[in-house]
């Protein structure tokens, strides 16, 4: 049983893994898209049945232009990469909910929401670019597809540490596929994402030909409002000083690579 287990795990964790581009960040995925895109796309329209949007014709013109723009360099990153069938994949939709909550997502296979909330902490169209090229990224990088491999493993782990011991030859893997499911593995998980989306977000938004310093600036407006009143999209993206300083470090990169691709 241990030895049947350890096996499998050792090919998941060589055959299941792949690269994030740009950031280069290894990551396991035995989700894929295509097997969670019909949830992803009920949960848009579901969304868009249960939740009025905006009648403001201008600022929903404005979302709907910006995540064009953005969904472009990513497309042209995708073509220019060998990546034509990732790119062809994405259905981007992009919707201005009227919400007061100061939110926005995107769903697996490029289903994005803004509620008009978050407009104003956005506060001009670049501010807007940089929330909605970081809420793109994690649909890019496959965040939501890599959480659901994790707890794939996370179940997995659990066996495994129950049938294992401290000195089996693999206790490494066991350790690895145990401490990525547990609550610490996958905290740590969403910081990492965190940071990658607003690194790739950067990117992205440079390459639609938006100002990426106001990146820095949204970040700085939502850490200041987190000690007043936390806006709800802080909840699953903490803002402080050190997210607002690793902007400012990966700026130069971020020009860097965008340049390549524009
Ligand atoms: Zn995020």
Same mark, same amino acid.
């Given at each position: 049983?241990?030895?049947?287990?350890?096996?499998?795990?050792?090919?998941?964790?060589?055959?299941?893994?792949?690269?994030?581009?740009?950031?280069?960040?290894?990551?396991?995925?035995?989700?894929?898209?295509?097997?969670?895109?019909?949830? $992803?796309?009920?949960?848009?329209?579901?969304?868009?049945?249960?939740?009025?949007?905006?009648?403001?014709?201008?600022?929903?013109?404005?979302?709907?232009? /910006?995540?064009?723009?953005?969904?472009?360099? &990513?497309?042209?990153?995708?073509?220019?990469?060998?990546?034509?069938?990732?790119?062809?994949?994405?259905?981007?939709?992009?919707?201005?909910?009227?919400?007061?909550?100061?939110? #926005?997502?995107?769903?697996?296979?490029?289903? &994005?929401?803004?509620?008009?909330?978050?407009?104003? /902490?956005?506060?001009?169209?670049?501010?807007? #670019?940089?929330? +909605?090229?970081?809420?793109?990224?994690?649909?890019?990088?496959?965040?939501?597809?890599?959480?659901? $491999?994790?707890?794939?493993?996370?179940?997995?782990?659990? /066996?495994? &540490?129950?049938?294992?011991?401290?000195?089996?030859?693999?206790?490494?893997?066991?350790?690895?596929?145990?401490?990525?499911?547990?609550?610490?593995?996958?905290?740590?998980? $969403?910081?990492?994402?965190?940071?990658? #989306?607003?690194?790739?977000?950067? &990117?992205? +938004?440079?390459?639609?030909?938006?100002?990426?310093?106001?990146?820095?600036?949204?970040?700085?407006? +939502?850490?200041?409002?987190?000690? $007043?009143?936390?806006?709800?999209?802080?909840?699953?993206?903490?803002?402080?000083?050190?997210?607002?300083?690793?902007?400012?470090?990966?700026?130069?990169?971020?020009?860097?690579?965008?340049?390549?691709? +524009?």
């Amino acid at each position: 049983m241990k030895k049947y287990i350890s096996t499998f795990l050792l090919v998941i964790l060589f055959y299941g893994c792949s690269t994030v581009p740009i950031t280069g960040r290894k990551q396991i995925s035995l989700v894929t898209t295509d097997q969670v895109l019909p949830a $992803s796309l009920a949960k848009y329209a579901k969304e868009l049945k249960e939740q009025p949007l905006s009648k403001d014709r201008e600022k929903t013109a404005m979302v709907k232009n /910006i995540g064009n723009n953005l969904a472009a360099a &990513v497309d042209k990153f995708l073509r220019e990469n060998g990546k034509s069938a990732e790119a062809d994949a994405y259905q981007w939709e992009f919707n201005l909910f009227e919400n007061k909550e100061e939110n #926005a997502w995107c769903l697996p296979g490029g289903k &994005v929401a803004v509620y008009s909330g978050l407009l104003p /902490i956005c506060k001009n169209e670049d501010g807007l #670019a940089a929330v +909605m090229g970081h809420e793109i990224a994690h649909a890019f990088a496959h965040h939501g597809e890599e959480r659901m $491999s994790e707890g794939m493993l996370a179940q997995l782990g659990g /066996i495994a &540490v129950a049938v294992g011991t401290a000195n089996d030859d693999h206790a490494a893997i066991w350790n690895m596929a145990y401490g990525l499911g547990t609550g610490l593995g996958m905290l740590a998980f $969403s910081r990492t994402h965190e940071k990658e #989306a607003d690194e790739l977000g950067m &990117v992205f +938004m440079i390459m639609a030909g938006y100002d990426p310093e106001e990146a820095i600036h949204v970040w700085e407006r +939502m850490a200041a409002r987190n000690k $007043s009143h936390p806006p709800v999209i802080l909840a699953t993206h903490p803002s402080d000083q050190q997210r607002v300083n690793d902007l400012k470090a990966f700026l130069p990169k971020a020009k860097e690579y965008a340049r390549k691709y +524009m």
